[in-house]
C-alpha cells in the first residue's frame, strides 16, 4: 500500500471541485482505526463533559423543587430571572470563546471552561440570597456558553459530514441524559438529613465536584488535533487529514485568520441560518429548565416529580440518537427537524387544550412527545451548517454565533415562563407553538 506524508493532504486546489471525490489518497484500513479511536477516546470525553455541564445548568429546577427559593426567600420572577440572566452571558459568549478554542485548542479552552463552571456550580451551595446566586449564576454562564459550539466545531476536526449528524447526536444524548440524571442525583441528595446543609446544596456540591474532576481529567486526554493525539499512530494520522480532504474541509490545521472567520457573514444565506437558529432552541430551553416543573403540575411530591422527569428524558435521548443515524444515512436534515418540530408540537398542543389534573396520564404522555421532539433540531442543525461550510476559520465562528443565537432562546424561554401564568404555564405553551410552527414552516420553504 502506498504511504503518504501528511505534508502531501494538507490542501486540496479547488475545494469546490474536490469535495466528495476520492482521487486523493485512501487507506481505508487505517481510516477505521482512526475513527473507532476517536469514538472511543474524544467523543465519550467530550460526551461526559457536556453532561456534566448540562446537568450545572438545569439543576435549578429540581433545587426549586427542594425549597431553594423559600430558603433564599425568591418572590415573583425571581426564579425566572435567574434563568434568564444567566442565558444573556450564555448568548453573548459562544463566539469568543470558539474563536479562542480555533486560535489555541479545543483541549486547552474546554477544559479550561470544564473546571472554572465546576468551581461555579460548587459555590451555587453558598449562595445565602437572590442577588448572590444570580451574581454566580452569570459568570457561570459566561463559562458554559461556549462548550457545544465548541464541541460542535472541535468534533468537524475529526469527523467527516456523513458522521457529524450522529456523532452530535450522541453528545446532545447525554444532554437528555444529564436532565434525567439529574432527577435521579437530585432524588438520592434530597435523602440526605444534615442539621446544616439542605438538600439542594448537597445537590450542587454533589454535580459541581463531578464536573471539575472531569474537566480536570480531559485535559490530559483531549488532543490538540487529529495531527497531535497521543494515541493515533502516523498512518492513522495521514488518514484523518485525507478523508477530511475528500469531504469536509479545502484544508485542515489552517491558522488561526480573524478574518477569515467572518468570511461568509455576506452570504445571502447567512441571515437565513441566523433565523433557523434563533428559532429552534426555544422548546429545548424550556425542557432543560422548566421541565421538572411542567412535571409538577401533575400534582405529585417533590420525590415523585423529579423521578417522573427521568422515563421521558430516556425516551428522548433514544428518538434523538435514531432520528440522527437516520439523517446521516439518507444525508437529509429538513424533513427529520420538521419531523422532531412537529412531535414537539404536538405534546404542547396536548398541554394547553387538557385539563392536567383530571387527565394525568394524557398530560404524562403529552411530556414524552415534548421530549422526544425537543432535543433532535439542537444536533441537526449544527451538523447541517457546519456540512456546507469546508473552511475551518469560518466554521469557528458560525457555529459560535449560531449556537450562541439559539442560546438566547433560553431568555425567550425564562421571559415567558413567569410565576403569574401558574399552574399551567399557557402562554409559554401557546408561544412556542407559534415559534415551532414559524420554524417548520421555514424549513419546509
Excluded at 463533559?49 to 427559593?69: E, H, I, P, V
Excluded at 432552541?281 to 412535571?295: G, Q
Excluded at 420525590?303 to 428518538?319: F, R, Y
Aim: glycine fraction near 6%; hydrophobic fraction near 50%; charged fraction near 15%.
Amino acid at each position: 500500500m502506498s504511504e503518504m506524508k501528511p505534508n502531501e493532504v494538507g490542501k486540496v486546489s479547488d475545494p469546490e471541485v474536490n469535495i466528495g471525490e476520492s482521487t486523493i489518497y485512501t487507506d481505508t484500513e487505517g481510516e477505521r482505526s482512526y475513527v473507532r479511536k476517536m469514538d472511543f477516546i474524544v467523543l465519550p470525553t467530550l460526551c461526559l463533559m457536556y453532561f456534566f455541564d448540562c446537568m450545572d445548568r438545569s439543576n435549578l429546577a429540581n433545587a426549586k423543587t427542594d425549597g431553594l427559593d423559600k430558603d433564599l426567600n425568591l418572590k415573583g420572577n425571581d426564579y425566572s430571572l435567574l434563568i434568564l440572566l444567566f442565558y444573556i452571558p450564555f448568548g453573548l459568549f459562544d463566539l469568543p470563546w470558539n474563536l479562542l478554542i480555533k486560535r489555541f485548542s479545543g483541549r486547552i479552552m474546554l477544559s479550561t471552561m470544564s473546571i472554572v463552571w465546576g468551581v461555579l456550580a460548587l459555590c451555587q451551595c453558598a449562595a445565602k440570597d437572590f442577588g448572590s446566586l444570580l451574581a454566580i449564576r452569570i459568570i457561570l454562564g459566561v463559562f458554559e456558553a461556549g462548550f457545544f459550539a465548541g464541541a460542535t466545531f472541535f468534533l468537524t476536526l475529526f469527523y467527516t459530514r456523513g458522521e457529524m449528524g450522529f456523532r452530535l447526536a450522541i453528545v446532545q444524548s447525554f444532554a437528555v441524559l444529564a436532565s434525567a440524571f439529574s432527577g435521579l442525583i437530585s432524588f438520592g441528595a434530597f435523602q440526605i438529613n444534615h442539621p446544616a446543609v439542605k438538600g439542594w446544596q448537597w445537590l450542587f456540591i454533589i454535580e459541581g465536584s463531578m464536573t471539575l474532576i472531569t474537566g480536570a481529567a480531559a485535559y490530559f486526554v483531549l488532543p490538540d488535533g487529529a495531527q497531535k493525539a497521543w494515541f493515533l499512530t502516523d498512518r492513522e494520522k495521514a488518514a484523518a487529514t485525507a478523508r477530511l480532504l475528500r469531504d469536509t474541509s479545502s484544508e485542515v490545521d489552517t491558522p488561526f485568520n480573524l478574518k477569515a472567520c467572518f468570511e461568509s457573514w455576506n452570504d445571502w444565506k447567512f441571515p437565513i441560518w441566523c433565523l433557523i437558529t434563533f428559532t429552534y432552541p426555544v422548546a429545548y430551553a424550556t425542557a432543560m429548565n422548566f421541565f421538572p416543573l411542567i412535571v409538577q403540575r401533575l400534582g405529585y411530591s417533590v420525590i415523585k416529580t423529579n423521578l417522573w422527569t427521568v422515563a421521558p428524558n430516556l425516551v428522548g435521548a433514544v428518538i434523538l440518537l435514531c432520528v440522527a443515524k437516520s439523517s446521516d444515512y439518507f444525508r437529509e436534515r429538513t424533513l427529520h427537524i420538521v419531523f422532531s418540530l412537529t412531535v414537539s408540537l404536538v405534546g404542547m398542543l396536548i398541554l394547553i387544550a387538557i385539563d392536567v389534573q383530571n387527565n394525568k396520564g394524557v398530560a404524562y404522555f403529552a411530556c414524552f412527545l415534548m421530549a422526544a421532539g425537543s432535543y433532535i433540531p439542537s444536533c441537526l442543525v449544527h451538523a447541517w451548517h457546519n456540512n456546507n461550510n469546508v473552511h475551518e476559520n469560518s466554521r469557528a465562528a458560525n457555529t459560535g454565533f449560531f449556537v450562541g443565537l439559539g442560546n438566547f432562546a433560553g431568555v425567550l424561554s425564562a421571559g415567558t415562563f413567569r410565576s403569574q401564568y401558574a399552574p399551567k404555564y399557557d402562554i409559554l405553551l401557546i408561544f412556542e407553538k407559534s415559534l415551532l410552527t414559524e420554524k417548520g414552516i421555514y424549513q419546509l420553504s
